[in-house]
């Protein structure tokens, strides 16, 4: 049978939904019709253009090209029924795909893929199993300039459950490189992800971000029981010519957390003190009861000394009400960076090096921690045992101090604290019970000789 059909229908209804502009011409072909010129508007201002091969009975399937480009991705999330109504989705000006498509029952193969999110292009490939157990999405993407929210906004688009847990509702595999990447307002020259999550698993086997305020970054990880009580580890390393640079763009950009401000300002006020910097460390969490338990270990390391740290300790549903442990050890060639990261205002006059601090804590920070603090150096030791606890006016310290020092000199005239005779010597012992708060410092039982 030869011939030709052409359709043009201002407006087709099918269901709750309305499709507008449809026209396509069709032509019989050994095993289906040949399509060519098939075009519709759907909802969210989304153009569907397709041509090719439509088979038929044993055969169903589609062959050939496909556009879809959508000027409203938002609207066309709500047409989806799955779409995450984030902010970013309700931003993104537009998006869409064209690709040379196989779309058969049991495997859907996209080729040639192009990508657009908003101003961003990706290139690769994409392909859906559902001939198995669990269907499986296997995505492969590479590109230029990408926004991370908006690329997430527009993946959120074909999933369920919620922005914080969606659930994919297949199995996925996904490989994606760009660069420049922005994210949260931070720019990086190149991201790259390899990540596979099946049924109740997710692994991160490559995430790396390169040039991100100066730092690269390495990460490996895995998530498992995702539906109900995750648990999950995370393995990561960052490197930087000068740490410093990167602490001060986070703080910039996230002003919430005081910590971060004061860290900035404490390492911004300590010359050199990340020059040269890698850090690794390992983190892990877990259900226990009805609380969930966390652990971290790592080392990082500069130019200007290195550290260790360890931390154990369980949270209930507010992750700052934490109840555990904690212990620093830091070492410095210069000692005096100590005292500047500790606010202290300095004269950069040195001291002699090196120097080692070692800190442990135990209780819940919100409410009362007990604290053992060692300090030594060359010819300086100095300890403090207590509590640090949170009092009406404010964080109360108490507990017992004990300094010895062949000679304090370089200490008193770096702080500006000289004594009558300092600069020919000042050996110093002391022993005193200290209790500090609300700016205020009160010692009791002191035994010192200088």
């Known amino acids: 049978m030869a011939g030709t059909i052409s359709v043009n229908l201002p407006a087709v209804v099918a269901g709750d939904t309305t499709i507008r502009e449809v026209s396509f011409q069709a032509e019989p072909a050994t095993s289906g019709w040949r399509v060519e010129g098939f075009r519709a508007m759907l909802p969210g201002r989304t153009k569907l253009e397709a041509g090719g091969l439509l088979g038929t009975g044993d055969g169903f399937g589609f062959k050939g090209n496909l556009i879809v480009a959508s000027t409203q ?3 066309l999330a709500n047409w989806l029924g799955a779409g995450i109504a ?13 690709a040379n498509v196989d779309l058969a029952p049991g495997m859907q193969r996209f080729d040639a893929l192009e990508l657009a999110v908003g101003s961003s292009m990706l290139k690769g490939s994409a392909s859906r199993r559902t001939d198995g157990e669990r269907p499986l999405v296997e995505l492969a993407l590479k590109g230029d300039t990408l926004d991370l929210g908006m690329f997430a906004a527009f993946g959120g688009m074909f999933v369920n459950g919620s922005a914080d847990l969606p659930d994919l509702g297949h199995d996925l595999a996904l490989t994606l490189d760009a660069g420049p990447v922005t994210a949260s307002g931070l720019e990086a020259d190149a991201f790259g992800l390899t990540a596979r999550v099946k049924e109740d698993r997710a692994d991160i086997d490559r995430l790396m971000v390169t040039n991100l305020a100066g730092a690269s970054l390495s990460a490996t990880g895995s998530l498992t029981d995702l539906s109900l009580t995750p648990s999950g580890t995370v393995d990561v390393s960052i490197v930087s010519a000068d740490g410093a640079e990167l602490i001060s763009t986070l703080a910039a950009q996230f002003s919430g957390p005081d910590w971060l401000s004061l860290a900035a300002d404490r390492i911004g006020a300590t010359p050199d003190l990340l020059s040269d910097a890698q850090l690794s460390f390992i983190a892990s969490t877990a259900p226990e009861d009805k ?9 990082a390391k500069a130019a200007s000394g290195s550290a260790s740290f360890t931390g154990n300790w369980k949270s209930g549903e507010d992750l700052g009400d934490a109840d555990g442990g904690w212990q620093v050890t830091a070492t410095q060639r210069e000692p005096l960076n100590f005292l500047s990261l500790a ?8 001291a002699p090096g090196p120097a080692t601090v070692e800190l442990k804590a135990n209780g819940n920070p919100a409410v009362s921690l007990e604290l053992e603090f060692a300090y030594s150096a060359e010819g300086t030791s100095a300890t403090f045992a207590g509590t640090r606890s949170n009092g009406a006016d404010g964080p109360l310290l108490a507990g017992k101090v004990s300094l010895t020092s062949d000679d304090l000199d370089p200490y008193l005239l770096a702080t500006g604290l000289a004594l009558p005779g300092t ?17 205020s410092l009160e010692m009791k039982d002191i035994a010192a000789s200088v």
């Open 73 to 75: 991705p938002s609207g």
């Open 86 to 98: 984030t902010p970013a989705l309700r931003l993104l000006s537009g998006a869409g795909f064209s």
């Open 291 to 299: 609380d969930r338990s966390w652990t971290l270990s790592g080392n």
């Open 343 to 350: 606010g202290v205002d300095l004269v950069p006059l040195g």
């Open 423 to 439: 600069g020919f010597g000042t050996p110093v012992t002391l022993q005193t019970t200290m209790s500090s708060s609300g700016g």
